[in-house]
């Protein structure tokens, strides 16, 4: 009789063996789908991670350069008439401000995003300036005209900054095209501008130019036009007291310099009326 | 079912030529029917070939049983490969020469020309491969003659080579290819084998599932198919007697001991 547990054995080896190609294939076809698997998702998992900082950044460095760009517009407003060192930091605020913009536009490397994070403690250093008051009057006529143009190129970047919402990659075609014209033209400009939208800023430019070419009425209309608006510029009651004193309405200036002076303390107002009272400013 | 059915089961598969148990298949009925047609005309050769265990020599034998009431017919199952001994016993069954001495092919060919035999004796001689070619070449002027008609079977192989030489092929007149059973005829071959012995359970165990997988072991080749069947049997006997049967189940015939068999006889190699 045929020895059937042997035959069972075999037959239990035999069936083993045949099955072991298979559950390689198996094996084998599992290991590559989830190697496979796992490289496709860690590529995606790259992606997501070389992509998401450069949009942190971005948006980092937009936000920054916003708000520096409207504590400068807000700084800008209140601050009083220049003084040659408050006009070389404009200067090179001014300067810097399209560097910024011209970097997010050129790439959104972590490098450059850095460069533009460094321009904080320049507007630290015109707060500094902005306190401590200086004898600028005398120097003031040379230097503004020196700076006419650099002023120009900075309002008209505040101007687009402010109306607009969106990004800063959009504001650069405005920023490129910026150029010199001379000063009957930009008031005329500015004008227009000023009657779209009624910014201070923009009548006491205007204000600042009449008094410039000599226009002292046009000049201490704007200034009255800026404080109606806004009647905390310091600049605006400046440029409005001298166009009075240099129409000839001395004690009007007096007056509404005091005025003014017990409502804001404003010391470049107080050495303003000093001037006036004791003839130093004809 | 009791072991005896198995037993007996296992014996219609036991491995003999017995015209008795010759199968009748559609295709190989056919092939038959044209032998036996051949065996009419006035051939001088008939080449029977295929591969081993295609049913070669149960085909002669069936032939022999089939003819040896109508005609004179001898069949030599074994190669007789004396030369002397081949002209000897030829001279003795066909012409009833005795002959005592040594018997050479000139004195064998006076006794064919001196005979007055009326209708052509028929040889069937199986495994001609083992023939001599020497041998083969004097069959082959023997045949020439038309005094002796001879049916060989041969293996494929060596039928190539036969039919190789120029002057053999010429005289083989008739050349009939035996091949492997398909699935179907496969089925219907070990069914009504059991059958036959009134093996009426056996056979209806063998589903079309089951012939399949003996199919693949075997390829349809009848000697492989009875030697697994064979072994199959046994196994079921074996189990019978050790009350295991349960296990495999009666109902139709268990991959797992068709499998067993098949490396019981050899054909998987486990």
Request: charge should be neutral; proline fraction near 2%; aromatic fraction near 8%.
């Amino acid at each position: 009789m045929l020895n059937t547990r042997d035959l069972e054995e075999r037959w239990l080896k035999y069936k083993i063996k045949s099955y072991i190609p298979y559950a390689t294939i198996a094996l084998s076809s599992i290991v590559i789908i989830i190697v496979v698997s796992i490289f496709l998702n860690s590529n995606k998992v790259e992606k997501k991670t070389t992509l998401s900082p450069e949009i942190k950044v971005e948006k980092e460095v937009q936000q920054v350069k916003i708000k520096t760009i409207l504590t400068k517009a807000t700084e800008a407003i209140e601050k009083t008439p220049p003084t040659k060192e408050a006009i070389q930091i404009q200067k090179t605020t001014v300067e810097e401000v399209p560097k910024t913009i011209a970097i997010v536009s050129q790439g959104n490397s972590i490098k450059r995003q850095e460069a533009s994070l460094k321009l904080s403690p320049s507007l630290d250093f015109m707060k500094k300036m902005q306190h401590s008051s200086l004898p600028y009057y005398q120097e003031e006529s040379a230097i503004e005209q020196e700076s006419r143009s650099q002023i120009v190129e900075e309002v008209e970047e505040l101007e687009i900054e402010e109306n607009t919402d969106t990004t800063v990659v959009e504001e650069e075609p405005k920023k490129i095209t910026i150029q010199r014209r001379d000063s009957a033209d930009d008031i005329r400009g500015i004008i227009k501008r000023f009657k779209k939208n009624n910014n201070p800023a923009l009548s006491l430019f205007i204000a600042k130019k009449y008094y410039e070419l000599g226009e002292y009425h046009k000049a201490y209309n704007y200034a009255l036009i800026t404080n109606e608006i806004n009647s905390d510029i310091d600049a605006s009651w400046i440029v409005s007291t001298k166009s009075l004193v240099k129409l000839n309405q001395k004690d009007m200036a007096i007056q509404t310099l005091k005025q003014y002076i017990e409502d804001s303390h404003s010391s470049s107002a107080k050495i303003l009326l000093d001037e006036i009272i004791s003839g130093k400013f004809r | 079912m009791s072991s005896s059915i198995y037993i007996n089961s296992k014996n219609v598969f036991l491995d003999t030529v017995n015209s008795k148990d010759y199968i009748q298949l559609d295709r190989v009925s056919t092939i038959y029917q044209a032998l036996k047609d051949s065996i009419k005309k006035p051939l001088k050769m008939i080449l029977l070939y295929g591969k081993p265990g295609t049913g070669k020599s149960m085909f002669l034998t069936k032939l022999y049983h089939d003819l040896s009431s109508s005609q004179i017919v001898h069949i030599y199952q074994t190669p007789i490969l004396d030369e002397s001994e081949f002209y000897k016993i030829l001279a003795q069954d066909i012409f009833s020469t005795k002959y005592s001495g040594e018997l050479n092919f000139t004195q064998f060919m006076k006794i064919v020309a001196n005979s007055d035999i009326s209708s052509i004796p028929v040889v069937l001689l199986d495994e001609a491969q083992l023939y001599s070619d020497a041998l083969m070449e004097k069959i082959r002027l023997i045949s020439d003659t038309r005094t002796i008609k001879f049916v060989i079977t041969l293996h494929k192989t060596e039928k190539e080579d036969l039919i190789a030489k120029e002057h053999f092929q010429t005289r083989i007149w008739e050349t009939i290819e035996l091949e492997n059973a398909s699935n179907a005829e496969l089925k219907i071959y070990i069914q009504k084998k059991l059958m036959k012995a009134n093996c009426f359970d056996s056979a209806n165990m063998f589903t079309t599932k089951s012939v399949n997988k003996i199919f693949k072991l075997t390829n349809g080749n009848y000697r492989d198919t009875n030697k697994l069947l064979y072994a199959l049997f046994d196994i079921y006997s074996a189990y019978d007697t050790n009350h295991q049967l349960s296990s495999v189940g009666t109902t139709h015939v268990s991959n797992k001991l068709i499998e067993m068999s098949a490396i019981h006889t050899g054909l998987i190699n486990a």
